[in-house]
Every structure is written in structure tokens, then in C-alpha cells.
């Protein structure tokens, strides 16, 4: 290593100290306070966190597995944290009227970092059994469910955000789906970030897909203010033995936000899981998904894509682990970067050495439409096991001049057919909802966001 480098290094690593001095005293000073107003549920793992956190620190591009995603800059803003729970001035019900139309979702919000009340008709319908709370509230009435899982795949990561989340998380959501209950409804969530001033906002969501259940997850991500929000959210999802379970995040925040994303997902034998993770406009954006294939006969679909330009920062991170045999799981994911956005994908396909009959793909496709655009691809495979069938591929590239051409020669215009390749690019990730009303709303969202537009969602007072 030359010096230069070494230079540079420590020079980071005393600025990326100094970031994290204020939190640790922070912490040290109102502990007290964080707990009080917390998730009892949390507390007690809370110092644990907290001691990891001052070990690890937050993750600089030196950390291997956030060499794509520089979170310096975003981390150096003086953000304000709501340790105290003190109320926002909105009433989501009020300002905010996403409701895809046939969706017809049970409708929750998390303001920031807080489960927000909900008085929804539609949600008095929920099925027996069913619970949908805050993690603070579903820790006092259900703390034998919850301290059951409650940060069982957190703990495990080696990771310095998941650790500042444990210490700094209060609250959240929590989602429970009893055995053999099918949900007739996806449920959404609404993740609203307001502030008057620069806001961080770390929360906790647990849920519980017991054996034989299905149930539909929407996570949509907003913004309202026109401040700096950083959101650290962690997400820990139980799937039971022949359980079904769909996961939608949709993001479109302003391009003044860094939301870092965790998604814990542990699979029992003969369980279905779908995740979609789809990017339409945002700032800083890095997505961590861990998937854990714990039983025989599971089935793992995982894909998502991003549209950004700008200055866009767009980076998914991904482990899908095969502990047991006989089992099979598909990785895709897309990103169409222009202007000076920059995307990075790191996949890992992980084959433990008892898992035989293993079958494993994944595949990143990406399309630059400018030279000043970047993308950086990582497929990894580790596979300790011989009787398998495992894939892996990347590729980067431009629009394909032979369809242009053939287009144009049909007297389609050149802004147009530039639009349907995009769309036709990115067609097969859509085509992974099983949700199809929210599959015709996301179509005509990619549509209008590769024809210049922001994919704000209708009959949003904000977002309009």
C-alpha cells in the first residue's frame, strides 16, 4: 500500500470518528431517556448494540461490503433524533391519499420513526388473529411473541448501521399472521419522513408469518420537508413452514434523502418468498437484504430496479443463503443510470455444504444511457456443496442501436422508441409483482419516470 493511500485512510477514519463522537455521547448521556420512550422489547439489547456499534462504527468504502456506497458526506450532517417522542404536527390520513386503485391494502403509517394510530376502516377487517401495531405497543401485549424474534437475525449481522439501529431504535412496526390465516389483502405501510429541520430516523419492524400463512407486504418510502433525512430502518421477517410471503418496497423520496434499508429474512422448510425492491427516484439509497433458506423445498424469488439520473446514488447489497437441500432461489435485478448516477450491485449466493440439490441464479443487468453514468457489479458464488446447478452473470451496457434503428425506420421517434427499450428493459422485474393492480400502477409510474417525470403517486397532497 503506497503512502498516499495510507494517508488518505486515516484521514477518513479520524473524519468518519468524529461523526460517531457525537452519537456516542449522545447515547452515554440519554440512555436513560432512549429507553423510557422505547419498545421494552429493544432494551434489552440495547447497551449490546450499542457496545458493537463503538466497536464497528459506521461503514466507510474501506469496509468491503460498503465499497460502493459512501455514506461520509450524508453522515456528517447535524441531524436532529426524536429520542424524546415528541408528536409531529401531521395527520397522515390527511395529507397523504396513496391508495393504488383494486389494491385495496390494509393502510398503515410509520411517521418518521414512530407506528402512527391508525382509525382506517378498511383495517377493522383484518382477519382473526392478525396483528398490526407498533413494535413499542406489540412488546407490552404480545412480549412473549416478540421477545421470541425480536432482533434473532439483527444480532447476527456484523454491521455497523445494524448496530447503531439497535441502540437507537425505538419503535417500528409489527406484523403477525397466525397459522394457516391467508391474508385477503396485501397490507402497506407508508414510511413518511417530515421535518422542520435535518432529521435521522432509525426504526425496528418485526414480522411473523406463521406456519401455513400467506400474507402481501407493501413499504412505500415519502418525503414531505424540504430538509436532509437520513432513514436506518431494519426489517426482521420469520417465514413458517409452508408460508407464503410477498415483500414490495417501493421508494420515490426526494433527492436531499439517504435511506439505508435492512431486510432479515428467515425461510422455514417449504416456504415461498418474493422480494421486490424498486427504486423511482431518490438520493442516496443502499438496500441490504439477507436471506436465509433454513429448510427444505423453499422458494426464493429476489428482484429489483432502479431508474436514477442526477446525481443518484443507487446500491443493493444481497446474501441468499441455501442452508438445506433441495432447494431454489432467483436473483434479478436491473438499473437504468443517466446523467452522473451511480448504482452498485454486490449478489451473494451462498451454498452451505449439506444444502445438495441446490438450484441458484442471479443475474444484473444494467444499461448506462451517458458515459458520465457508473456502474459497478459484484456476483459472488460460494458453493460447499457438489450435487448443484448454480449461475451467475452480470452486464453492462448502452441501449441497443440495431432495435433504435429498426424502430425509427417505422416512423417511431427516436425520444420514444430511447423510452420503450427502457421500459421493455425493465418489463421482467415488474412482471414479478403478483399483486396486479399494484403491477399496473408501478407500469405507468416507470413510464412516466423514463419520460422525465418524478413518479410521484397520485392523490398525494405532497407528492402532487
Same mark, same amino acid.
Given at each position: 500500500?503506497?503512502?498516499?493511500?495510507?494517508?488518505?485512510?486515516?484521514?477518513?477514519?479520524?473524519?468518519?470518528?468524529?461523526?460517531?463522537? =457525537?452519537?456516542?455521547?449522545?447515547?452515554?448521556?440519554?440512555?436513560?431517556?432512549?429507553?423510557?420512550?422505547?419498545?421494552? $422489547?429493544?432494551?434489552?439489547?440495547?447497551?449490546? &448494540?450499542?457496545?458493537?456499534?463503538?466497536?464497528?462504527?459506521?461503514?466507510?468504502?474501506?469496509?468491503?461490503?460498503?465499497?460502493?456506497? +459512501?455514506?461520509?458526506?450524508?453522515?456528517?450532517?447535524?441531524?436532529?433524533?426524536?429520542?424524546?417522542?415528541?408528536?409531529?404536527?401531521?395527520?397522515?390520513?390527511?395529507?397523504?391519499?396513496?391508495?393504488?386503485?383494486?389494491?385495496?391494502?390494509?393502510?398503515?403509517?410509520?411517521?418518521?420513526?414512530?407506528?402512527?394510530? *391508525?382509525?382506517?376502516?378498511? #383495517?377493522?377487517?383484518?382477519?382473526?388473529?392478525?396483528?398490526?401495531?407498533?413494535?413499542? =405497543?406489540?412488546?407490552?401485549?404480545?412480549?412473549?411473541?416478540?421477545?421470541?424474534?425480536?432482533?434473532?437475525? $439483527?444480532?447476527?449481522?456484523? %454491521?455497523?448501521?445494524? $448496530?447503531?439501529?439497535?441502540?437507537?431504535?425505538? +419503535?417500528?412496526?409489527?406484523?403477525?399472521?397466525?397459522?394457516?390465516?391467508?391474508?385477503?389483502?396485501?397490507?402497506?405501510?407508508?414510511?413518511?419522513?417530515?421535518?422542520?429541520?435535518?432529521?435521522?430516523?432509525?426504526?425496528?419492524?418485526?414480522?411473523?408469518?406463521?406456519?401455513? &400463512?400467506?400474507? =402481501?407486504?407493501?413499504?412505500?418510502?415519502? *418525503?414531505?420537508?424540504?430538509?436532509?433525512?437520513?432513514?436506518?430502518?431494519?426489517?426482521?421477517?420469520?417465514?413458517?413452514?409452508?408460508?407464503?410471503?410477498?415483500?414490495?418496497?417501493?421508494?420515490?423520496?426526494?433527492?436531499?434523502?439517504?435511506?439505508?434499508? *435492512?431486510?432479515?429474512?428467515?425461510?422455514?422448510?417449504?416456504?415461498?418468498?418474493?422480494?421486490?425492491?424498486?427504486?423511482?427516484? #431518490?438520493?442516496?439509497?443502499?438496500?441490504?437484504?439477507?436471506?436465509?433458506? %433454513?429448510?427444505?423445498?423453499?422458494?426464493?424469488?429476489?428482484?429489483?430496479?432502479?431508474?436514477?439520473?442526477?446525481?443518484?446514488?443507487?446500491?443493493?447489497?444481497?446474501?441468499?443463503?441455501?442452508?438445506?437441500?433441495?432447494?431454489?432461489?432467483?436473483?434479478?435485478?436491473?438499473?437504468?443510470? %443517466?446523467?452522473? &448516477?451511480?448504482?452498485?450491485?454486490?449478489?451473494?449466493?451462498?451454498?452451505?455444504?449439506?444444502?445438495?440439490?441446490?438450484?441458484?441464479?442471479? #443475474?444484473?443487468?444494467?444499461?448506462?444511457?451517458?458515459?458520465?453514468?457508473?456502474?459497478?457489479?459484484?456476483?459472488?458464488?460460494?458453493?460447499?456443496?457438489?450435487?448443484?446447478?448454480?449461475?451467475?452473470?452480470?452486464?453492462?451496457?448502452?441501449?441497443?442501436?440495431?432495435?433504435?434503428?429498426?424502430?425509427?425506420?417505422?416512423?417511431?421517434?427516436?425520444?420514444?422508441?430511447?423510452?420503450?427499450?427502457?421500459?421493455?428493459?425493465?418489463? %421482467?422485474?415488474?412482471?414479478?409483482?403478483?399483486?396486479?393492480?399494484?403491477?399496473?400502477?408501478?407500469?405507468?409510474?416507470?413510464?412516466?419516470?423514463?419520460?422525465?417525470?418524478?413518479?410521484?403517486? +397520485?392523490?398525494?397532497?405532497?407528492?402532487?
Amino acid at each position: 500500500m503506497t503512502k498516499n493511500k495510507t494517508d488518505v485512510q486515516v484521514r477518513e477514519k479520524k473524519e468518519t470518528v468524529l461523526f460517531e463522537q =457525537q452519537y456516542i455521547e449522545l447515547y452515554e448521556q440519554y440512555t436513560d431517556t432512549i429507553c423510557s420512550h422505547s419498545a421494552t $422489547a429493544l432494551n434489552a439489547g440495547r447497551d449490546k &448494540a450499542f457496545k458493537k456499534f463503538r466497536e464497528l462504527g459506521f461503514p466507510t468504502p474501506q469496509v468491503e461490503n460498503y465499497k460502493y456506497t +459512501d455514506l461520509r458526506e450524508p453522515l456528517s450532517v447535524d441531524y436532529g433524533l426524536n429520542i424524546k417522542r415528541v408528536n409531529f404536527p401531521i395527520n397522515p390520513y390527511d395529507v397523504f391519499k396513496c391508495d393504488v386503485p383494486g389494491i385495496s391494502a390494509y393502510l398503515y403509517f410509520v411517521v418518521n420513526d414512530a407506528f402512527y394510530p *391508525t382509525n382506517y376502516e378498511r #383495517n377493522k377487517s383484518l382477519p382473526e388473529g392478525v396483528i398490526v401495531t407498533s413494535l413499542r =405497543q406489540a412488546s407490552e401485549e404480545h412480549s412473549e411473541l416478540v421477545e421470541k424474534h425480536i432482533s434473532k437475525l $439483527a444480532d447476527k449481522q456484523n %454491521d455497523g448501521l445494524v $448496530a447503531f439501529n439497535g441502540a437507537f431504535a425505538q +419503535d417500528g412496526f409489527f406484523i403477525y399472521v397466525p397459522k394457516n390465516v391467508i391474508l385477503d389483502r396485501p397490507i402497506q405501510i407508508i414510511n413518511i419522513m417530515r421535518s422542520d429541520v435535518d432529521f435521522m430516523a432509525n426504526s425496528r419492524n418485526l414480522v411473523v408469518v406463521e406456519q401455513g &400463512a400467506k400474507a =402481501q407486504m407493501l413499504v412505500c418510502d415519502h *418525503t414531505v420537508d424540504d430538509v436532509r433525512f437520513f432513514s436506518n430502518r431494519v426489517t426482521e421477517v420469520f417465514v413458517g413452514e409452508n408460508a407464503f410471503y410477498e415483500h414490495y418496497k417501493l421508494e420515490s423520496v426526494s433527492r436531499e434523502t439517504t435511506d439505508v434499508s *435492512t431486510l432479515l429474512i428467515k425461510q422455514e422448510q417449504n416456504s415461498n418468498v418474493l422480494g421486490n425492491l424498486l427504486t423511482l427516484h #431518490n438520493g442516496v439509497s443502499r438496500n441490504n437484504v439477507e436471506i436465509a433458506l %433454513d429448510g427444505e423445498n423453499c422458494e426464493t424469488h429476489l428482484c429489483g430496479m432502479a431508474l436514477s439520473d442526477g446525481k443518484q446514488v443507487v446500491d443493493n447489497f444481497t446474501s441468499i443463503l441455501h442452508n438445506k437441500p433441495n432447494s431454489h432461489s432467483n436473483e434479478l435485478f436491473k438499473y437504468i443510470l %443517466d446523467d452522473e &448516477a451511480k448504482g452498485g450491485f454486490t449478489g451473494r449466493l451462498y451454498v452451505e455444504k449439506d444444502a445438495q440439490k441446490t438450484l441458484a441464479y442471479q #443475474n444484473n443487468k444494467n444499461i448506462l444511457l451517458k458515459r458520465t453514468a457508473k456502474m459497478r457489479t459484484r456476483p459472488q458464488l460460494e458453493i460447499f456443496a457438489d450435487d448443484v446447478k448454480c449461475s451467475h452473470g452480470a452486464t453492462i451496457g448502452q441501449l441497443d442501436e440495431k432495435a433504435m434503428f429498426y424502430m425509427r425506420q417505422r416512423g417511431i421517434p427516436e425520444k420514444e422508441a430511447r423510452m420503450l427499450l427502457m421500459f421493455a428493459f425493465a418489463a %421482467d422485474v415488474i412482471e414479478f409483482i403478483r399483486i396486479d393492480a399494484l403491477k399496473d400502477r408501478i407500469k405507468k409510474m416507470v413510464e412516466k419516470r423514463l419520460r422525465g417525470g418524478h413518479s410521484k403517486c +397520485d392523490g398525494c397532497s405532497f407528492c402532487s
